[in-house]
């Protein structure tokens, strides 16, 4: 079946470094995907979002890098700050589902040291 | 964006007993989900609350375990029926406005069963 998966579960950076977080999706038909933020007791948070026919996206101090070829999505944020310590999920929009059913990564929990 | 509100935030409950979860939409909202997150994991959708009709459930869920109602287009519940430890969970309400893609969490209903 589907399935979005994510390389590291938890990545430490320090304050004002850039951090990376990365996600293999399997569906190379996906046509949209999405960046969620949610820190703790809290529902996920919409970071950014890209459509397949796109491969670079930014936001403020984040971007979100697709590549099809290998089926891989990465979020980059810029200046990483503590309030920027989450779990951050990604999702795809498998094809036919007309944007009705997202599927979630594990999640990565990102830890930011002042 | 909408405000979604969700009601419990959190609940401990007693084995075979159930609990119904509100979500409310500060707007008229097209679609509504339902969603569930089990402890350190992932999000997966449990149904498509749909206006008027009955709600369209994803494969493992099912509506005598978990009974949805959307009287109107900015109102939904859940209910979490003859619960056992498992079912412990964050459960969460989502919405999708307008046409658009980006799907919108509430700030979930924290649950444990006893």
């Known amino acids: 079946g589907e399935s979005v998966g994510l390389h590291l579960p938890t990545l430490s950076v320090q304050e004002g470094d850039n951090s990376i977080i990365n996600c293999a999706y399997s569906?190379?038909?996906?046509?949209?995907f999405i960046w969620y933020k949610q820190e703790s007791g809290k529902g996920p948070q919409f970071i950014i979002d890209i459509r397949s026919n796109m491969d670079k996206r930014q936001g403020q101090r984040v971007t979100v890098l697709l590549n099809k070829t290998v089926k891989h999505l990465s979020l980059q944020i810029a200046a990483t700050q503590p309030g920027d310590s989450a779990v951050y999920f990604c999702?795809?929009?498998?094809?036919?589902?007309?944007?009705?059913?997202?599927?979630f990564g594990t999640g990565t929990r990102l830890l930011v040291s002042p | 964006s909408a405000v979604i509100s969700q009601k419990p935030s959190r609940d401990i409950c007693q084995r075979g007993t159930s609990l119904t979860i509100q979500c409310q939409v500060d707007?008229?909202?097209?679609?509504m989900f339902w969603y569930r997150q089990q402890p350190g994991q992932s999000l997966t959708l449990i149904a498509t609350a749909n206006q008027g009709s009955e709600a369209t459930y994803e494969s493992g869920f099912v509506i005598d375990k978990f009974p949805i109602s959307r009287p109107n287009l900015t109102f939904s519940t859940l209910t979490v029926s003859n619960m056992s430890p498992e079912d412990s969970s964050i459960y969460l309400c989502?919405?999708?406005?307008?046409?658009?893609?980006?799907?919108?969490f509430g700030s979930g209903t924290q649950l444990s069963v006893l």
């Open positions: 569906n190379s038909a996906s046509d949209y």
């Open positions: 989502s919405v999708r406005t307008g046409s658009g893609e980006k799907l919108f």
């Open positions: 707007s008229q909202v097209t679609m």
């Open positions: 999702a795809e929009n498998p094809p036919n589902t007309g944007f009705q059913k997202l599927v």
